[in-house]
């Protein structure tokens, strides 16, 4: 990930989803705007994710966030769900990003 972004201009991050499970998993991640703070999530907060294979298999997903103002700002709030237990998995804060204005 980046580790400065602009204020006010969308950025894709990508994060890495990976099954830990000896089972495939369909699940959900998800950005819970409640935990949110600096960061905001650009479109819908979650995204159902292709079935991921058991024992390591993974996926690449991108999500848009949007700096609202400037400082260290931390990217928390992620939680991946299990669509076929419906077990909420929170995850720990995923990075710290700088966030400065633009200069023009």
Request: contains cysteine; aromatic residues 4%; hydrophobic residues 40%.
């Amino acid at each position: 990930p980046p580790t400065t972004i602009p204020v006010s201009t969308p950025q894709e991050f990508k994060f890495l989803i990976v099954n830990h499970s000896t089972q495939p998993r369909d699940v959900q991640l998800q950005f819970r705007l409640d935990h949110m703070n600096g960061l905001a999530i650009c479109g819908s907060s979650f995204q159902n994710l292709d079935t991921i294979g058991p024992n390591g298999g993974s996926i690449v997903v991108t999500s848009r966030f949007l700096a609202l103002n400037e400082g260290v700002l931390r990217l928390q709030g992620c939680c991946v769900v299990d669509m076929g237990t419906g077990m909420h998995m929170a995850q720990p804060p995923l990075l710290n990003v700088l966030a400065e204005k633009h200069s023009q």
